[in-house]
């Protein structure tokens, strides 16, 4: 009896330890309670001053948390392409740790040429194993700003010129950054399209242009992506800086598509302290301070939404609401993050993460060319193979702005190309030379241009092949972050390289590395063009895989290249629709970008968005749909079949447009409404189903502000690029 009265004792003083233990341990510190239940709880804790304090940052990466609860700060890193080395506290400059050594993964124009969102998935949960390895809250990532011109200093960084290809593809790399309880940070929101003036230009188009072209992206990172933050750009949009914009923030974003996550000012992205109040900006990073300075408190203290924006609460001039909205916002982001326990603990630099980027930069590759057949290249046929090219040996994972890496390795084309062909077969020869890359800064090269240049010519015409690297790099001016291009030709003298190498021999493989397109004066006579983007930590393995046919490419242009500048509608309408005038800049082209103005205006470029060639062939059955006529509410089944008529496996990207012959407003001539990547071994057919939802067809009314489908004709077709029709359909919505 004694025994079960002592047993029921110990039993009785458990359950009471245990809920004074559940009382004494508050809500929001509770894992077990819901994220809402402990955003809540945790408010109605904090002081006004505690929640003022956490909409701003304490340092160049990090913002205060609330250290008398428990709360701690956010911890921030860019960027798109891996995990940035450490920087200082309170300055750009790097901390120079030795245990932040990271995978580079391929540019993000990369990830969009594999047209294959489980390429996006595996790339976003790598970056967002390494995020969470390195105690990161925050990733800045992805971009999604459309490819507007080809000037941009930043495309590299993005998914390209269309709006529903950028969509697909941005959503499961979010998913996959997310599922380690670290933030993605979809940026750079809106309107961001070019790097010159970016600061402050200020931005005007139509709502047809806002709508179709430059927001379906972050629409679809929010609305699908479930993104926790956003972080506003640095431009206006309409008048007004894009960190304290009603129209964008509050209406659009936090309205229209209830966005529950945090707007992140860009560095230095907030202005006004009322505007970014009232306009929805909720976390302010990096604003003009010089951080400790010794006559003037913390300058932290100054920033717009600091004392000041304290000031106009206290005074009632803002009602606490407008805090409590805001600390509401960025409590949800550090329980969903800091503060979230059940995360997974990352990793760093592993094989795993490597194959990840080897992977996608082998799906990424665009062959573009390869009329005389030297690819897949079969190293037995050939005694001497000359690598020429400064690309084929420069470290193109630094430089570029903030997306720059310190990676664990990088594997160079020629590396790669001497470990796979054999080094003894393989010499090289610079051929040109580019200048030091420094942020903001044109160095000129140490080298002589022509003396490379015979070098490299010497060695090309006793060679067997010659595989050629070049293209644009990361320094300023080209793929570079702060500033655009200044030329849309090759820079460094390549194209007199390659025409007098062209000269010297027959057998060139030409093997372009950039993020932007750019004129080809060499391209009659140049059979071998392989387009291979940044390929990050395995760039070099990557292409020889997909050189050496161990991989049959099947990237496709998630851009168009326009034979020249003045080509692309941005570049039609004067300066004051590229740049600018440095104080407004109209997009005139309007809707009409990349494809839909080639397209349109029937200018040919000289290689289509969507396209990319592999070393096998495809045969593309007629497009059926399962109906001949739609009400708006319903999805278009489409079905057709593909063959591998060739005699390797390989993969191919197809994709569905859609165009209204009679629309009541001008529609482009076709527009990308579905997509699929297919792999087929040799002579193997498949019959691909894909959906359209009817009201994916509309357009956007600028009269009635909302989205319009017509009654009448549609007409889809099924495509191996945007020049590439291979059969169509019709279809009646009524
Ligand atoms: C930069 C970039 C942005 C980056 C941020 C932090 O100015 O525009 O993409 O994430 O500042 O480095």
């Known amino acids: 009896m004694k025994k079960i009265k002592t047993a029921l004792f110990f039993i009785l003083l458990g359950a009471v330890l245990q809920a004074n ?17 402990r955003v809540k709880d ?3 804790r904090m002081t006004l001053e505690e929640k003022v304090k956490i909409c701003t940052a304490q340092s160049k990466f990090s913002t205060h948390g609330v250290p008398r609860l428990g709360i701690p700060e956010l911890w921030m890193s860019d960027g798109p392409h891996g995990v940035r080395m450490e920087i200082l506290w309170d300055s750009w400059g790097h901390a120079e740790w030795t245990n932040d050594s990271c995978t580079a993964f391929p540019a993000l124009t990369c990830l969009a040429a594999t047209w294959n969102p489980q390429m996006s998935h595996i790339y976003g949960k790598a970056i967002g194993e390494e995020a969470r390895y390195r105690r990161k809250d925050v990733l800045l990532a992805p971009g999604v700003n459309i490819y507007r011109t080809p000037l941009n200093g930043r495309n590299f960084e993005y998914f390209g010129e269309d709006p529903y290809l950028a969509s697909k593809m941005v959503v499961p790399y979010i998913h996959g950054i997310q599922e380690n309880g670290v933030s993605a940070c979809v940026k750079h929101y809106v309107l961001n399209n070019q790097e010159k003036w970016r600061g402050h230009i200020n931005v005007e188009l139509s709502d047809r242009a806002l709508y179709e072209i430059y927001l ?53 992205g907030a202005h006004n302290t009322k505007e970014a109040a009232l306009n ?3 976390i302010e990073m990096g604003t003009g301070t010089d951080g400790f300075t010794s006559n003037s408190k913390n300058a932290y203290d100054n920033y717009y939404l600091a004392n000041p924006y ?15 909205e805001k600390a509401t916002r960025i409590l949800r982001l550090i329980f969903r993050t800091a503060m979230n326990t059940n995360k997974p603990f990352g990793s760093l630099a592993t094989e795993e993460h490597a194959a990840v980027g080897r992977t996608v930069s082998e799906q990424g590759a665009v062959l573009l060319k390869n009329t005389a057949h030297l690819l897949p290249i079969d190293a037995s046929n050939y005694k001497s193979i000359a690598v020429i090219g400064e690309n084929a040996t420069r470290i193109l994972t630094e430089g570029g702005g903030s997306s720059e890496l310190k990676p664990k390795h990088e594997i160079s084309p020629l590396q790669g190309l001497k470990e796979k062909f054999g080094a003894d077969k393989i010499t090289y020869a610079m051929g040109y030379a580019s200048g030091k890359v420094e942020y903001d800064k044109v160095n000129k090269s140490p080298y002589e241009a022509a003396k490379l240049r015979k070098e490299a010519v010497e060695l090309a015409a006793k060679s067997d092949l010659v595989i050629y690297v070049g293209g644009l790099n990361k320094n300023s001016q080209q793929d570079s972050e702060g500033d655009d291009r200044i030329s849309y030709s090759l820079p460094f003298e390549q194209n007199e390289l390659i025409t007098e190498l062209q000269k010297a021999n027959k057998k060139i493989v030409l093997v372009m590395l950039s ?14 063009l392989f387009q291979a983007w940044y390929g990050g930590s395995e760039a070099g393995h990557a292409i020889a895989n997909v050189l050496s046919g161990e991989v049959s490419p099947s990237g496709k242009l998630p851009f168009s290249f326009g034979a020249k500048l003045s080509d692309y509608g941005s570049h039609s309408y004067g300066s004051i629709a590229y740049p600018g005038d440095s104080i407004n800049e109209i997009y005139k082209e309007d809707i009409l970008v990349g494809y839909r103005w080639f397209d349109t205006k029937k200018i040919k470029p000289l290689f289509p968005f969507g396209f990319g060639l592999s070393y096998t062939s495809f045969q593309y059955g007629k497009i059926a749909t399962d109906k001949k006529i739609y009400s708006s509410d319903e999805s278009i089944k489409i079905s057709f079949t593909v063959k591998n008529t060739g005699k390797v496996d390989g993969a191919e990207a197809v994709q569905v447009y859609a165009s209204q012959p009679k629309a009541s407003v001008l529609r482009p001539e076709k527009e990308l409404k579905a997509f699929k990547k297919v792999f087929l071994k040799a002579g193997e057919t498949q019959t691909l189903e894909l959906e359209i939802k009817v009201k994916d067809l509309a357009f956007f009314d600028n009269t009635t502000h909302s989205w319009k489908v017509e009654v009448g004709e549609f007409v889809l077709c099924n495509a191996a690029s945007s020049a590439d029709v291979k059969s169509k359909v019709a279809i009646q919505v009524k």
């Open 515 to 528: 993020g932007n397109a750019y004129e080809m004066p060499w391209l009659n006579n140049a059979t071998t």
């Open 216 to 268: 379906p992206a972050f629409k679809a990172a929010v609305t699908e992506g479930k993104v926790w933050s956003i972080m506003g750009s640095y431009n206006k949009i309409r008048g007004t800086y894009a960190c304290e914009n009603d129209l964008t923030l509050n209406k659009i974003l936090k309205g229209e598509w209830k966005f529950d996550g945090c707007v992140i000012t860009d560095w230095g």
């Open 42 to 44: 945790a408010l109605s």
């Open 310 to 324: 304290l000031q106009l609460l206290t005074s009632g001039e803002i009602p606490v609401s407008n805090i409590d």
């Open 280 to 282: 929805g900006l909720d």
């Open 21 to 37: 233990a559940q009382k004494m341990n508050p809500i929001y510190l509770d894992n077990t309670q819901t994220i809402e239940a």
